[in-house]
T-cell receptor, first 109, second 118 residues
């Protein structure tokens, strides 16, 4: 089974921009992996922010965006807000099975 | 209101079995693919299983294949996860998630806690 890698932790200043990445042990992440991004706050269920690389749900704040860059999936948070402090998980599809990354703990400080 | 409500969690003995349920409401259940995801205490998310809206396409993570069975009853708007041969490492919050259009994880339930301990 493939391994999906994320930064364990990142820090961003309020109003700043941060990039979270999602890599695959099988090689470059492509649109065919249909990258997802989830946000989870303590004691809450996950919330899906991004699907299929760059598609947003109606509840996804505009400051979040998804893309592919340098062979990885990327979640960019612009103009970070204190309420964005959370764990972020990516997920990749491998032909009928999906695998979560280990998660990135994002601190807004 | 769209809702996914998991139930069936609790304390189970090692080697025992549990059947988790996910009750869906507020949307056309049979139109939605469904997934089970779990999260061990203090750990990350782990995808377990997928079932298509009609139930004819099913997949499992290698970590649970052979020990869990996903199923659904579209007449009762319910999703199930039968877990056998429980181990301490199965201790986790179990979430159901529904798909919509091309998103496999459009909405999530609040989860049900399974604790495997003697």
């Amino acid at each position: 089974q493939a391994v999906v890698t994320q930064e364990p932790s990142l820090t961003v200043s309020p109003g700043g921009t941060v990039t979270l990445t999602c890599g695959s042990s099988t090689g470059a992440v492509t649109s065919g992996h249909y990258p997802y991004w989830f946000q989870q706050k303590p004691g809450q269920a996950p919330r899906t922010l991004i699907y299929d690389t760059d598609h947003k749900h109606s509840w996804t704040p505009a400051r979040f965006s998804g893309s592919l860059l340098g062979g990885k999936g990327v979640l960019t948070l612009s103009a970070a807000q204190p309420e964005d402090e959370a764990d972020y998980y990516c997920l990749l599809s491998y032909g009928g099975v999906v695998v979560f990354g280990g998660g990135t703990k994002l601190t807004v400080l | 209101e769209v809702q996914l409500v998991e139930s069936g969690g609790g304390l189970a003995q090692p080697g025992g079995s549990l059947r988790l349920s996910c009750a869906a409401s507020g949307f056309t259940f049979s139109d939605c693919n469904m997934n089970w995801v779990r999260q061990a205490p203090g750990k990350g998310l782990e995808w377990l299983s997928y079932i298509s809206g009609s139930g004819d396409v099913i997949s499992y993570a290698d970590s649970v294949k052979g020990r869990v069975t996903i199923s659904r009853d579209n007449a009762k708007n319910s999703l199930f996860l039968q877990m056998n041969g429980l181990r301490a490492e199965d201790t986790a919050v179990y979430y159901c998630a529904r798909g919509k259009d091309s998103s496999w994880f459009f909405g999530w339930g609040r989860g049900t806690l399974v604790t495997v301990s003697s």
